[in-house]
């Protein structure tokens, strides 16, 4: 996990952070990385346990998920990080067709982009985090805004307006931006939402989480509130889309309640899932109980968090400019903004198509499974497999995966079953450098199914 020092964010969760993943602390230069070895014991965490980066600071130095560099793996296995052009910081804007944009405020004021003049030393963070970390760059020619850019990782991307609109005000045209982000990310179902809330930034991640492949968490505003028939509206457009497989996305709803100071919801499902941990930020209101509740019926097998920010509380987090009030989390900046995972150069990749065809009663059902290891060894035959039951039995049953004519696209046959037989089975695969994955990921807490017809 990536985020900056010193922290804007509770010490609580960059404790639980070091505890759970490697932690990589962006520091301006040795005396910050040395300020942060000698606070960390303070917070109960090993500095020698810390990776420390020097990089560029600008004025959104804290905010590491809209500038900090993207993931990509290449058709041939190559690992990169790309940095997306990030010169206009994260432009505001309002949810009417065409909306101007403005430069971010330090408060309400709306200032025309034309007169941006913040310090974006951010733009050129990337780079040395990439070299740091040993890994190649590739610098994007176009915003990529990582607030506003969520993917499922496979050939999924969506998106609000605004960063459309940002790179049109750069000057590239919608279809020049698409055809770039396909070219570099390989990925072509681009969804792009219409913006929601007057004058905000309009990021996506502070609208929708994506959980996986199929499933969506959105947000829901208080039936009584003027947002609540833009957000319906918003929902109405995702059903008329479909997922990676092109299948309906399955959407769940996260309601929501005011924020303390009044100024807009709060955000949970700007939360931040990483391996098998969701840490959720909780604004202190009675909307909080549900929202946790929400996400750990959405996720079950995961260790589901929720952190507090209060700054009262925190000797070792900053508020920047006075950004704040006493609460560190607010409307459309939140946990999520503030974090930026650090990927696994050779992770095992493994996501679930499904059946082949509908599966039919008597017929055996062929279920197709995408493995990809990274590490370039081998997959091991004996761990590589599908688990299934039906819907009525405990113990899971074993068939083997095996290559199809397809590259990176294993097989395994389910046997014949009764019309109206629920199947439930996951994908498990594991490869000779040692690493085990399984899909859905926290397999066989989470399952997929099909119902013989």
Same mark, same amino acid.
């Given at each position: 996990?990536?985020?900056?020092?010193?922290?804007?964010?509770?010490?609580?969760?960059?404790?639980?952070?070091?505890?759970?993943?490697?932690?990589?602390?962006?520091?301006?230069?040795?005396?910050?990385?040395?300020?942060?070895?000698?606070?960390?014991?303070?917070?109960?965490?090993?500095?020698?346990?810390?990776?420390?980066?020097?990089?560029?600071?600008?004025?959104?130095? /804290?905010?590491?998920?809209?500038?900090?560099?993207?993931?990509?793996?290449?058709?041939?296995?190559?690992?990169?990080?790309?940095?997306?052009?990030?010169?206009?910081?994260?432009?505001?804007?309002?949810?009417?067709?065409?909306?101007?944009?403005?430069?971010?405020?330090?408060?309400?004021?709306?200032?025309?982009? @034309?007169?941006?003049?913040?310090?974006?030393?951010?733009?050129?963070?990337?780079?040395?985090?990439?070299?740091?970390?040993?890994?190649? /760059?590739?610098?994007?020619?176009?915003?990529?805004?990582?607030?506003?850019?969520?993917?499922?990782?496979?050939?999924?991307?969506?998106? @609000?307006?605004?960063?459309?609109?940002?790179?049109?005000?750069?000057?590239?045209?919608?279809?020049?931006?698409?055809?770039?982000?396909?070219?570099?990310?390989?990925?072509?179902?681009?969804?792009?939402?219409?913006?929601?809330?007057?004058?905000?930034?309009?990021?996506?991640?502070? /609208?929708?989480?994506?959980?996986?492949?199929?499933?969506?968490?959105?947000?829901?505003?208080?039936?009584?509130?003027?947002?609540?028939?833009?957000?319906?509206?918003?929902?109405?457009?995702?059903?008329?889309?479909?997922?990676?497989?092109?299948?309906?996305?399955?959407?769940?709803?996260?309601?929501?309640?005011?924020?303390?100071?009044?100024?807009?919801?709060?955000?949970?499902?700007?939360?931040?899932?990483?391996?098998?941990?969701?840490?959720?930020?909780?604004?202190?209101?009675?909307?909080?109980?549900?929202?946790?509740?929400?996400?750990?019926?959405?996720?079950?097998?995961?260790?589901?968090?929720?952190?507090?920010?209060?700054?009262?509380?925190?000797?070792?987090?900053?508020?920047?400019?006075?950004?704040?009030?006493?609460?560190?989390?607010?409307?459309?900046?939140?946990?999520?903004?503030?974090?930026?995972?650090?990927?696994?150069?050779?992770?095992?990749?493994?996501?679930?198509?499904?059946?082949?065809? @509908?599966?039919?009663?008597?017929?055996?059902?062929?279920?197709?499974?995408?493995?990809?290891?990274?590490?370039?060894?081998?997959?091991?035959?004996?761990?590589?497999?599908?688990?299934?039951?039906?819907?009525?039995? @405990?113990?899971?049953?074993?068939?083997?995966?095996?290559?199809?004519?397809?590259?990176?696209?294993?097989?395994?046959?389910?046997?014949?079953?009764?019309?109206?037989?629920?199947?439930?089975?996951?994908?498990?695969?594991?490869?000779?450098?040692?690493?085990?994955?399984?899909?859905?990921?926290?397999?066989?807490?989470?399952?997929?199914?099909?119902?013989?017809?």
């Amino acid at each position: 996990m990536l985020i900056a020092w010193p922290i804007c964010i509770p010490s609580a969760l960059v404790t639980k952070l070091a505890h759970d993943t490697q932690l990589h602390l962006m520091c301006a230069d040795e005396a910050g990385i040395q300020n942060a070895k000698e606070t960390l014991p303070k917070m109960g965490i090993d500095p020698e346990a810390v990776r420390y980066l020097v990089v560029p600071k600008g004025d959104d130095e /804290f905010w590491v998920r809209d500038w900090g560099p993207h993931p990509l793996f290449d058709e041939m296995g190559n690992y990169a990080l790309l940095g997306p052009r990030y010169t206009l910081a994260t432009p505001h804007c309002g949810t009417e067709e065409n909306a101007t944009l403005y430069c971010t405020p330090w408060g309400n004021e709306k200032v025309p982009l @034309t007169q941006f003049d913040g310090n974006t030393a951010d733009d050129l963070a990337a780079e040395p985090i990439a070299h740091q970390l040993g890994l190649s /760059f590739i610098k994007a020619p176009f915003a990529f805004t990582g607030g506003n850019v969520l993917n499922d990782g496979i050939n999924t991307v969506i998106s @609000t307006k605004v960063l459309v609109a940002e790179n049109e005000f750069e000057g590239l045209t919608r279809e020049a931006f698409f055809d770039y982000a396909t070219k570099i990310t390989g990925m072509t179902n681009y969804i792009v939402l219409p913006n929601y809330e007057e004058f905000s930034l309009n990021h996506i991640d502070c /609208f929708l989480k994506i959980l996986d492949e199929r499933r969506l968490l959105v947000m829901r505003a208080p039936k009584d509130s003027d947002r609540y028939p833009i957000y319906e509206n918003l929902v109405a457009r995702l059903q008329q889309t479909t997922n990676s497989y092109g299948e309906p996305w399955q959407i769940i709803r996260m309601d929501t309640g005011i924020t303390r100071d009044g100024n807009g919801f709060a955000d949970y499902v700007n939360s931040l899932i990483l391996n098998g941990c969701v840490y959720v930020p909780m604004y202190g209101i009675p909307a909080d109980e549900g929202a946790l509740a929400t996400w750990r019926a959405a996720m079950p097998g995961y260790d589901v968090q929720g952190f507090t920010f209060e700054f009262a509380d925190e000797p070792f987090s900053v508020n920047p400019d006075d950004l704040y009030n006493e609460c560190g989390w607010v409307a459309g900046d939140v946990l999520h903004c503030r974090t930026r995972a650090v990927w696994d150069s050779q992770m095992l990749h493994v996501d679930v198509p499904g059946p082949v065809g @509908t599966p039919t009663a008597g017929t055996p059902v062929v279920v197709q499974v995408r493995a990809v290891a990274y590490s370039a060894t081998q997959l091991v035959a004996e761990k590589t497999c599908v688990r299934w039951r039906t819907v009525d039995e @405990t113990d899971w049953q074993t068939t083997p995966l095996v290559p199809s004519p397809i590259n990176e696209v294993l097989c395994a046959e389910i046997p014949a079953q009764p019309s109206g037989t629920a199947i439930e089975y996951y994908a498990h695969v594991a490869d000779e450098s040692g690493r085990e994955t399984s899909s859905p990921r926290v397999a066989p807490a989470q399952y997929l199914t099909y119902v013989v017809r």
